[in-house]
C-alpha cells in the first residue's frame, strides 16, 4: 500500500495550529491575545471605524464555516456581502462571548479535522468559488485561509492595543 504523502497538507495544520496556540516567532497567538481581555473588552471598539474583538472572531468563524462547506461539498455558501460577515456588536452581545470563543474554536477544529484526513493530491482539487465566481484549487482557497487568519491576529493587536490604552 503506497503511503499517505501529507507534507504541504501538515504544514498548513501546523501553521494554523501555531497561530492559534503556540510559540510565534513575531508576537502573540490568538490564544494569548484573546486571553488578555475580560468579557467586557471583547466587545469595545476602540474607534468608530475599527471592529471589535468579538466582531472579528465571529467574522473568522464565518470564513471558516464556508471553508467547511468547501472542503466538504466542493462550494461555498456564504458570501462576502453577508450580513453575518460582519455581525453588530449588539448582535454578539446577545450571543455572548465565550460561546463567541466556542463557536470560533469548533469551526476551527472542524477546519483541522477535515485537513487532517486528507493528503497533498487534495490540494491540487477544485473547488468553486461563490464570491469571485470561478474555480480554484484547495491550495489556493487553504493559503488564503491561513493567511485571512494572519491579518486578522495583527489585526487584533492593535485593536487590543487601543482598548487597553484607552480604557485601563
Not at 46 to 65: E, G, K, T, Y
Not at 99 to 113: G, H
Not at 129 to 155: C, R
Amino acid at each position: 500500500m503506497e503511503e499517505k504523502k501529507n507534507i504541504l497538507i501538515e504544514n498548513l495544520v501546523k501553521q494554523l495550529n501555531d497561530i492559534q496556540k503556540n510559540k510565534l516567532w513575531m508576537g502573540d497567538n490568538f490564544e494569548k491575545k484573546l486571553n488578555s481581555l475580560s468579557d467586557e473588552q471583547a466587545f469595545i471598539r476602540p474607534l468608530q471605524n475599527l471592529n471589535s474583538v468579538a466582531q472579528i472572531i465571529a467574522h473568522l468563524s464565518f470564513w471558516n464555516r464556508d471553508l467547511i462547506t468547501k472542503l466538504n461539498v466542493g462550494k461555498g455558501i456564504f458570501l462576502e456581502s453577508d450580513k453575518e460577515n460582519w455581525s453588530s456588536t449588539e448582535e454578539l452581545q446577545n450571543q455572548g462571548w465565550s460561546t463567541i470563543c466556542e463557536n470560533y474554536q469548533s469551526s476551527l477544529d472542524e477546519v483541522l479535522k477535515i485537513l487532517n484526513s486528507k493528503d497533498d493530491s487534495f490540494l491540487k482539487q477544485v473547488y468553486y468559488d461563490q464570491d469571485f465566481k470561478q474555480p480554484f484549487t484547495y491550495e489556493f482557497v487553504l493559503n488564503g485561509a491561513l493567511h485571512h487568519h494572519l491579518y486578522h491576529l495583527g489585526q487584533l493587536g492593535i485593536v487590543i492595543k487601543l482598548i487597553k490604552l484607552k480604557h485601563n
